[in-house]
């Protein structure tokens, strides 16, 4: 079972890949995961993608979907896998289906986590961090016990710059840009599954759940 997790920043995808992973027995796959990992083995395309990264450039398309595909080929995934944070872009789609119909696959499941623009700043900007330890909050759902104060350590509760209002929408923005022109892409590939992401956590899982099956 490949599956694709398709969402804007904020949607919860990461929290569902994980859950994914751990309920079906397959590794939940991210792009900076396996940019790491082959940096660290010092793999050919790993010294190839640290040129970029080190000039402060995107990593090409096409090296990429290599790091990619050359990770699914790897024997934990032969009952499948899911991909958080890739593909990215409609070139990285097209390189992805080529690569995977060499192999004779294909995506099994683009599941898009849908939640409105205006739900997401509102969640982002409600979440809260202690620098000092670490633990983190949100005003709404994960309240502290007392209002900018750590349970945990006591430290002072800030708001993260990329959690701000502002930078919450830029963000949103690029993904409209950049991303969402997937789920068109997906949608003619006729793997697409639109998941209402506005619910609870545990909702959203059941839902996903309900798609993939037993």
């Known amino acids: 079972m490949k599956i694709i997790m398709l969402g804007a920043p904020g949607a919860g995808k990461g ?19 396996i940019f790491r990992a082959n940096i660290k083995a010092g793999t050919e395309l790993g010294r190839k993608a640290k040129e970029y990264m080190d000039q402060g450039l995107l990593v090409p398309d096409a090296l990429t979907t290599d790091l990619v595909v050359n990770r699914t080929s790897e024997p934990d995934c032969e009952n499948g896998y899911v991909l958080d944070g890739f593909p990215r872009t409609i070139p990285q789609a097209e390189c992805l289906t080529e690569a995977l119909e060499k ?58 710059d990329d959690d701000l209002p502002e930078t919450v929408k830029k963000r949103l923005d690029v993904y409209h840009e950049q991303t969402q022109p997937l789920i068109d892409y997906y949608e003619n590939e006729g793997c697409l599954v639109n998941v209402d992401g506005t619910k609870s956590l545990d909702e959203v899982f059941t839902a996903i759940t309900e798609i993939l099956g037993d």
């Not at 992973?21 to 397959?26: A, D, F, L, Q, V």
């Not at 986590?113 to 000092?132: L, Q, T, W, Y």
Request: glycine share 10%; aromatic share 6%; net charge positive.
């Open 15 to 33: 929290t569902q890949a994980i859950k994914i992973s751990e309920k079906y027995g397959i590794p939940h796959i991210s792009t900076g995961d």
């Open 103 to 160: 192999r004779g696959e294909k995506v099994d499941f683009a599941l898009n986590v849908d939640v409105p623009d205006e739900n997401i700043i509102r969640r982002m900007s409600g979440r809260r961090v202690c620098p000092k330890c670490g633990a983190t909050y949100h005003v709404v759902y994960a309240a502290p016990e007392k209002e900018g104060v750590c349970d945990r350590c006591g430290g002072e509760l800030i708001i993260r």
